[in-house]
């Protein structure tokens, strides 16, 4: 299936001679296979007489060996998973060393945080989970989430995003809208042993979502106008990452918070900051170095931290 699919990836047509040659199957044996993609991958086939057969869209599928080649920890790319964190949680409690990443195609079942669904067609964006250990106890943990998004924001400035911001603790926004989300998840004791699962959704090739979402949105190839190469993306990501990471199990988030706090879409902004149990008002100091946001809410400093939290910008920003 997935040799059908690097060939059909062009968007052109290939006739059912050519592609029933390329995987030793029938032309009634393509046909049936090709309905298979449509129906279980949610991909749109276009079928001529004379020509062939032809994705509705071109795909930029993830390369698995120009990224065996290129990024510095053992990968794994699937097709389709649940999701790429839950899979990774599979093999870390099956006994797996980190690091390791897992990469899919396509999740049937991606997650946000507060619970949400992040919409993951086939194909489309990047839907990556790194699995990282934690070696220096609670202070490893310190604004984790935050650096992950530097590390995202450099990958996107080298697609040639210059004005991609970050929000706190895990959103990085293009013009207001959002392209990418991290989710952490903790295995183990942060006081002696971890693993810190980093799961990160980025829209890169999506034009238009298979279903309606929530929230502004964006992609890499709504903002610049062209098809991204995702492997390329993949890889600056991982290199990111490694450079983020690693400077911050050397040095703590207190070492980066200025770069952070540089690249904070809503630094000095009004805000409303809201729980399951409250709203709270007030303009955007900064964060600490612990990675709470710092808020000034009526001439006195406060701070907040949490997975369950909501930052939206005031009418008045």
Known sequence: MHGLLKRLQDGRFHSGEALASLAGLSRMAIW???QQLEQELGLELHSVRGKGYRLAEPLSLLDRERLASQVRWPLDLHLELDSTSAEAMRQLQAGRKPPFAVLAERQSAGRGRRGRQWISPFGRNL?????WPVEGGT???EGLSLVAGLAVREALQAAGLGNA???WPNDVLVRGRKIAGILLELLGDPADSCQVIIGIGLNVNMLQPPEPIDQPWTSLQRETGERADRTLLCSRLCDALAHWLVRHRQQGFAALRPEWEQAHAWQGCQVQLSSATRTVSGRVLGVTDQGAL????NGREQLFSGGELSLRLSDDS
Do not use: I
């Not at 710092?294 to 809410?297: G, K, P, Q, S, T």
């Open 32 to 34: 049936k296979r090709l």
């Open 127 to 131: 839907y990556f989970s790194l699995v």
């Open 139 to 141: 202070r490893e943990l």
């Open 165 to 167: 911001a970050l929000k």
């Open 294 to 297: 710092r808020l000034d809410v």
